[in-house]
């Protein structure tokens, strides 16, 4: 599920992304690795980005690089298991504050 705000923020259409993995916002260096470090999460349960934010590069839909700040948080419905993110994009004012 993707609001719309998210579209905007990427690219892409909700027919174009619903379905997809979530890989294919990752950087291409990246992406490969992406279902490795679920995979890693859910048999190890040590999160190393669930529960925590951190600064990442998202890519997308014309393969730009967007600088923002990921929350990543677990939710369990039943024995199903999701995960929630929040995006913000750092604009140029952001990334000029952290500079100095």
């Known amino acids: 599920m993707v609001n719309e705000t998210m579209l ?5 259409t909700r027919a174009e ?3 997809k993995n ?3 916002l990752v950087p291409d260096i990246l992406a490969p690795m992406h279902d490795q470090f679920i995979e890693n999460y ?9 529960g925590r ?3 990442v590069l998202l ?8 600088h923002c700040f990921l929350r990543l ?26 500079d100095t």
């Open 8 to 12: 905007r923020f990427v690219g892409y």
């Open 17 to 19: 992304i619903t379905g």
């Open 22 to 24: 979530v890989s294919s």
């Open 42 to 50: 859910i048999s190890s349960g040590n999160a190393r980005v669930i």
């Open 53 to 55: 934010g951190r600064d």
């Open 59 to 66: 890519q997308d839909k014309n393969r730009h690089l967007v």
């Open 73 to 98: 948080s677990e939710c369990k419905r039943g024995s199903s298991l999701f995960f929630v993110a929040q995006l913000d994009k750092y604009n140029s004012l952001d990334n000029a504050k952290k």
